[in-house]
């Protein structure tokens, strides 16, 4: 099938197979059947594409949204997403919605959380009022790790205002029986969101923001394997966590 909204943002740009493909670098004939076979390009071209076009990626390829099916024994690897950025907020939404045991968050900020879904801290007291416990752990912008992660996403200061604004999001939250908020000051190697059994671990990548970076959805097994490792990884920083005063 013809990606006609492709042909459409090449046109309007004066865009043919031949101009394109030297602009991302690959053969006309690869152009030419993503336009009119409707072929789906790897998505680091994909985004020189639609960069060079001026539309969305998602938008000319909605196939790249899809996670990629977990090749792998291990039956606790549901998905693998190539960056944040593929999974829309709502799956991290329903993922929570179904809790009905615990809620753990262990980020420096997170807030695309509540900027994409203002409802959040609603969701999280709803959870609890049905019998869940929800711990939230945030970056503490004092830390030295916090502010070198800063440094390494090459945002500067940007992470610690960040941070800050995680926490005023959250704060309310701290006078809820039920949800315990505290500060870290730990080196992230993965930012953690836990609902009862299912987990996604956003990984962090040195020079790069989260949003960036790969996603692992897990669901824990009998035997807790990867799952329980990351699991005490969150308590290990929980222990040495500080509480927020409400």
């Known amino acids: 099938m013809a990606n006609e909204r492709l ?3 090449m046109t309007a740009g004066g865009w043919t197979h031949e101009t394109l493909a030297e602009k991302v670098e690959v053969d006309p004939k690869s152009v030419e059947r993503w336009v009119n076979l409707g072929r789906v390009p790897r998505q680091a071209t994909a985004l020189r594409a639609a960069e060079a076009v001026g539309e969305d990626v998602y938008a000319l390829w909605p196939a790249l949204r899809q ?25 991290f939404v329903d993922l929570f919605r179904q809790a009905r045991e615990r809620i753990d968050v262990l980020v420096y900020a997170a807030v695309f959380l509540h900027e994409a879904y203002p409802r959040f801290n609603e969701l999280l007291e709803e ?6 416990r929800v711990r939230i752990a945030l970056g503490d912008t004092d830390s030295a790790n916090v502010q070198a992660r800063g440094r390494e996403e090459r945002f500067g200061h940007g992470i610690e205002s960040r941070c800050r604004l995680a926490l005023l999001h959250y704060r309310s939250l701290a006078k809820s029986p ?30 790069m923001n989260a949003y960036g970076a790969p996603v692992w959805h ?20 929980w222990d040495t966590a500080r509480p927020v005063e409400e």
């Open 7 to 9: 042909r459409a943002a």
């Open 67 to 91: 996670p990629r099916k977990a090749r792998s024994m291990s039956p606790e690897l549901v998905a693998l997403y190539p960056q944040r950025a593929d999974l829309p907020v709502s799956a």
């Open 127 to 132: 959870r609890v009022a049905d019998g869940c």
């Open 178 to 207: 039920g949800v315990e908020l505290r500060t870290h000051g730990t080196t992230l190697y993965n930012s953690l969101y836990r609902a009862d059994d299912q987990l996604l671990v956003n990984a962090h990548v040195w020079g």
């Open 218 to 237: 897990l669901r824990r097994t009998e035997n807790g394997g990867m799952f329980d490792t990351y699991a005490d990884s969150f308590n290990a920083v």
